[in-house]
């Protein structure tokens, strides 16, 4: 039985539609890599996989829970066990850096603050920052803060790990060891891993299956090796870097033809 | 005409969307009251209580404070000028007396920690919104309005009805500064004169307008905060709305006390 199983999923923001009846299954132990370009859905899926949103209809299923149905305690109990770093990070500024580690150790669990300490000190060394735990925040690298993130997002050893855009922003050193700590992460703690990115290296170096979005739906979904030998348009257009349209002189003329007739011009 | 209804519409469904999210919020931090309480709750949603407590009372103590004193001078320097033609100056004593713990006190108050704290939290919320710390919290399985509400709404529940007390009794030393150069009654016997002026009942109907001052500050800054939309900008416009729309309803919710105090408690 797959750990998320997400069937007919739509969703739509005031009449606008961003997903598209997806279908997915994500397996125990499965690096799942959600590829695509921007707006193409990656960051709405994903909320939608951590209840952060409700559906228009479709399910989402984490561990055999429907999170868009669920009730509140059924919610809370599935997001013990989902570690996530957001792309933005999103520690706490008000906290030090062991703090925000801490935070879910002291709030959820009955452990003494000795046994916090240690493990927050674990999981900071896990991630390179065992020496920065005074720190706040703010006065990290951009790479710290995203280490920190999972660090945090390890804090209580959670059954999968969700990881929004680890490596944007950074430059190719730190994403590649970025990627060397998830890896490391996978096979020592055995976690579901979910990486939403458009970084294709990172992409291809960390996952065991790769599900490309393309406006809401997946245009194809499959191993490494699959997705790099696919010849799916949308695929090869994102792993070839073919511009789109936008980018083409004719489209921006038919742009400002428009724009020449249309109303405002007009008046 | 089909413009203007529309508009009214719209602004009656706006301002009764807004009085309805403000009453599910209160019910919400109600219920997750308990967790802040000392000794029952959560230790580290306590130590957060406290640590508000300092913020919205110990810090506001100066300002509270001198403004209490200037407004007793001046309510006493005004009424003077008028009772003096009648002879009456020995009533200036019961109006400043009654009207600080009746009205002024907790009315100063609640206006200068509007300024203050009201602000802060939706500046504090608003900034945890924008930068996606709310949405770490929820996925970490703790409820903002459990995690930052509760300690906000019990710590202004303790100090804004303290912070009044202090308020009545600057204002009320403020006129016995200027009753004793004025007409050099000791300070001894204005004291008795205050507290043959005032009754229980003044004292209590100031501290139940100052509980609902404190409900009505702490929901609207940290609701407020919850509806941010956008970027930094976004957090700005929420900030002034919080002091406006709090400002405007404890004035609000002042004059209905006062009315409903006038007709049902009999001195």
């Given at each position: 039985m797959?750990i ?9 923001y005031?009449?606008?539609?961003i ?14 890599v959600?590829l695509?370009?921007s ?6 899926l994903?909320?939608?996989?951590l209840?952060?949103?409700r ?9 055999g829970?429907d999170i868009?149905?669920c ?13 996530v770093?957001?792309?933005s990070a999103?520690?706490?500024n008000?906290?030090?850096?062991e703090d ?8 959820h669990?009955k452990l003494?603050p ?20 005074k ?7 951009g ?7 999972v660090?945090?997002a390890?804090?209580?050893d ?5 990881l929004?855009e680890?490596s ?23 976690m579901t891993?979910?990486?939403v990115?458009?970084e ?14 393309y406006?809401?739906?997946f245009?194809?979904?499959g ?10 348009p949308r695929?090869?257009?994102?792993l ?19 724009y020449?007739?249309?109303p405002?011009?007009?008046? | ?14 301002h009764?969307?807004y ?5 599910i ?5 109600l219920?997750a009251m308990?967790?802040?309480l ?9 130590q ?14 100066p ?8 407004s ?6 005004q009424?003077?000028?008028?009772l003096r033609?009648?002879?009456?100056l020995h009533y ?6 009654v009207?600080?713990t ?10 200068a920690?509007?300024?203050r ?11 945890m919104?924008?930068?996606e ?22 710590a ?13 009794v ?33 004292v ?5 307008k100052s ?7 702490a929901h609207?800054g ?12 976004a ?7 919080a ?5 405007f ?7 209905v ?11």
């Open positions: 797959p998320i199983s997400i069937r007919d999923l739509v969703v739509e005031e009449d606008r539609r997903l598209n009846g997806l279908n997915l299954d994500i397996e125990h132990g499965e690096t799942m959600l695509g370009g707006g193409s859905g990656k960051s709405t994903l909320r939608q996989i209840g952060l949103e559906p228009k209809s479709g399910s989402v299923m984490v561990k829970t868009a149905h009730s509140a305690a059924e919610l809370k109990a599935v997001r013990r066990s989902i570690g770093a957001f792309q999103s520690l706490f008000s906290m030090s850096v925000n580690v801490a935070l879910t150790l002291r709030e669990t003494a000795s046994i916090i300490d240690l493990v927050v000190w674990m999981n900071l060394a896990v991630v390179g920052l065992a020496d920065f735990g720190l706040h925040p703010q006065e990290l690298s790479g710290m803060k995203k280490r920190a993130a660090a945090r390890l804090a209580l959670p059954e999968i790990l969700v929004d680890p944007a922003g950074l430059d190719p050193i730190v994403a590649a060891e970025l990627d060397e700590l998830i890896l490391l992460l996978k096979e020592a703690f055995q891993v979910i990486v990115t458009h294709l290296p990172s992409a291809f170096r960390i996952a065991d299956r790769i599900a490309m979005l406006q809401g739906t245009s194809s979904v191993t490494v090796d699959q997705i790099k030998a696919s010849q799916n695929v090869r257009q994102f070839d870097r073919v511009p789109g349209d936008m980018a083409k002189a004719p489209a921006v003329a038919a742009y400002f033809e428009k020449l007739q249309g405002e011009v007009q008046q | 005409m089909a413009t203007v209804l529309e508009n009214v519409g719209t602004k009656t469904i706006d009764l969307d009085v309805g999210s403000l009453n919020q209160l019910w919400a931090t219920r308990g967790s802040a000392p000794f029952v709750g959560n230790r580290y949603r306590w957060a209580t406290v640590r508000q407590m300092l913020q919205i009372g110990v810090d506001a103590l300002m509270v404070s001198l403004m209490a004193t200037c007793g001078f001046i309510l006493a320097l009424g003077a000028s008028e033609r009648f002879g009456a200036v004593i019961d109006l400043v007396a009207g600080f009746r009205e002024l006190g907790p009315l100063l108050t609640a206006i920690v509007s300024g704290s009201g602000s802060a939290f939706a500046a504090e919320i608003g900034t919104r924008v930068t710390e709310l949405d770490s919290l929820r996925v970490m399985a703790l409820e903002p309005v459990e995690f930052l509400l509760a300690p906000k709404y019990l202004a529940l303790i100090s804004v009805p303290c912070l009044s007390i202090v308020s009545n600057c204002g009320i030393l403020a006129g016995g500064l200027f009753m004793f150069f004025s007409t050099h009654l000791s300070p001894l016997l204005y004291l008795r004169d205050v507290l043959t002026s005032i009754q229980l009942q003044d209590i109907t100031g501290l139940i509980v609902a001052f404190a409900t009505i500050i609207v940290c609701l407020e905060g919850f509806r941010v939309r956008g970027g930094p900008d957090v700005g416009r929420s900030t002034t709305s002091v406006v729309k709090s400002t309803l404890v004035i609000l919710a002042d004059a006390f006062t009315a409903i105090f006038y007709f049902t408690v009999k001195r």
